[in-house]
């Protein structure tokens, strides 16, 4: 069974990324992107990672592409005229790179890559959720308050460029 | 290969059970509604069809099953036929991991099942907040297909007020997770054994101990599910004073009576959720109230009475809101949700997560 919805999320995964980039409209680039999205969570429900699965539809699916379909479809964007930008050759570079660099982790993580701490006994005994919440509040615990943090910082950030300026009253002399 | 033919036989019966079950609800909802609302505002209500209209339901599903099925002109046609049925599934899809009865395991044909509950996954409540919020997307790509200034209003209306009160539904939830220690919602609710107090909306300990009440979480949860469904006072994606009815003007036929379903689907799944998390499910207010003695193995019978009894308050709650109150405006609702709502929620599960480490259950 496990090959056979492997072979379906991926090759599903891979036909949404290609046309989250590729398709005219950018609402239906919103949507294939949910496709993708949603069907890397099913990966993660292969991997026995239920917690992350349901985060991942949770925060993505449920909260951020809503957002971002919210203001396209504001916008109502017309694409008829689709130019390269005049420098997209360094952009292609760069794009290249860093893909070329996320293939080769990949296909080294069967063979030599990064193992966690966890066994697949540990996990599985007291699920996915169990074994995240201990593994970030004990080992990871300073660098959850440092993104607690940040989040914080753009969270302030983002009332302070939303806020509308309310006139001065200068008092007249 | 027998055990795992068995296993599907058994679930395939228990969900066609549940939606058997889920949408006879929702056709005498239909009703329902219209009766306590006409009642309570000094009038009959349906009354024509069948003694005294109890046949109304019927009627309204074939008017909508033969009406003429419209797809407007500019309207994207895949799209607008996808979103009733994404919406429709999200909203029945979370009945897989209630609890509707005691936690018992039966033997069928050597293979061990939970007859009570289609799937008890450890991961039940935040499994129903994810296809919750994958309902949005009926919503909103509804009203964007439809290719109408009104549908289009009311999709992102629903939009900014399913996130807005998600996230207080999310919040108010974690109180009860902290004191069950668990997310699955049969252990939930197992928790919650015995004693009306025991239920987590007061939750004193099951051996006597310092109570950590949820009733706030309770509250919030309660009137941001009103909120999630785009029932009254939360109405605005379908505001008919304004919007003519919002994401599903542009709808006919069967496309609307599923929008219809869902919403109705979606009432039942938060009243089950409300029920199992704060009222502690299937669970009887006291141990003399439920079938004991002679009657024991007939428990069970009363733990699904005692959850529809439950379940059936909140539903009533809707329409007695709805009777009641009305609409809010634009930026009252987001008020509420963001500055009431959610610092309450917030703060709640401060003093809970501080109570539960000092008085652990």
Not at chain 1, 48 to 64: K, M, P, R, S
Not at chain 2, 51 to 70: C, H, R, T, V
Not at chain 2, 80 to 94: C, D, K, M, R, S
Not at chain 2, 158 to 163: G, R
Request: charge should be neutral; charged fraction near 10%.
């Amino acid at each position: 069974m496990v090959p056979v919805f492997f072979s379906y999320f991926s090759l599903v995964s891979i036909l949404a990324g290609v046309l989250t980039v590729a398709l005219p409209n950018p609402v239906h680039c919103g949507l294939a992107l949910l496709t993708l999205l949603l069907h890397v969570a099913g990966l993660f429900l292969l991997l026995n990672a239920e917690f992350l699965f349901v985060i991942q539809i949770i925060v993505y699916a449920g909260a951020i592409v809503v957002l971002y379909l919210f203001v396209l479809m504001l916008l109502n964007l017309k694409t008829d005229e689709r130019v390269l930008h005049h420098r997209y050759a360094v952009i292609l570079v760069a794009a290249a790179a860093i893909c070329g660099g996320l293939l080769l982790m990949a296909l080294r993580s069967p063979f030599q890559g990064a193992k966690g701490h966890a066994p697949v006994e540990a996990v599985l005994q007291d699920g996915g959720s169990y074994a995240i919440g201990i593994t970030i509040f004990n080992e990871y615990l300073l660098q959850f308050e440092i993104v607690g943090v940040f989040l914080l910082g753009a969270i302030i950030g983002a009332i302070v460029l939303a806020k509308t300026p309310t006139a001065v009253d200068v008092e007249p002399e | 290969m027998f055990e795992v033919g068995v296993k599907i036989a058994v679930s395939l019966t228990q969900i066609s059970i549940v939606m058997g079950v889920v949408l006879l609800t929702v056709m005498f909802l239909t009703l329902a509604e219209r009766k306590v609302i006409g009642w309570m505002q000094d009038r009959m209500g349906p009354m024509e069809v069948g003694p005294y209209g109890i046949l109304q339901p019927i009627a309204d599903g074939l008017k909508l099953f033969f009406k003429e099925d419209i797809i407007p002109s500019g309207a994207n046609k895949y799209l607008f036929t996808l979103a009733p049925i994404i919406a429709l599934v999200a909203a029945l899809v979370g009945f897989a991991v209630i609890p509707f009865g005691p936690n018992m395991r039966v033997d069928v044909f050597g293979v061990q099942v939970q007859p009570f509950v289609i799937s008890d996954i450890n991961i039940g409540i935040l499994y129903i907040l994810a296809f919750t919020s994958i309902g949005a997307y009926g919503i909103i790509l509804g009203g964007w297909a439809s290719n109408s200034k009104y549908s289009l209003l009311g999709g992102l209306r629903a939009a900014a007020q399913l996130i807005s009160y998600e996230l207080n539904v999310g919040l108010a939830i974690v109180g009860v997770l902290l004191l069950a220690g668990s997310l699955s919602l049969v252990k939930i609710t197992e928790d919650q054994c015995c004693w009306i107090w025991n239920w987590f909306w007061l939750a004193v300990p099951r051996g006597g101990g310092v109570p950590i009440p949820q009733i706030l979480a309770f509250v919030v949860f309660v009137i941001s599910a009103v909120a999630e469904t785009n029932r009254l006072p939360f109405d605005l994606p379908e505001a008919e004073s304004e919007l003519v009815a919002g994401f599903f003007t542009e709808y006919s036929g069967m496309r609307f009576a599923f929008f219809f379903l869902a919403e109705y689907a979606n009432m039942i799944l938060v009243s089950c959720i409300a029920a199992a998390l704060f009222l502690g499910g299937w669970n009887a207010p006291a141990p003399f109230l439920q079938f004991h003695g002679s009657l024991e193995h007939l428990a069970w019978l009363s733990g699904i009475m005692w959850f529809a009894v439950k379940v059936y308050f909140f539903l009533f709650l809707f329409f007695w809101i709805r009777a009641t109150l009305p609409r809010l405006r634009y930026d009252q609702l987001m008020r509420f949700g963001w500055k009431v709502m959610l610092p309450i929620a917030l703060g709640n599960i401060v003093v809970t997560a501080i109570a539960a480490y000092f008085f652990p259950r």
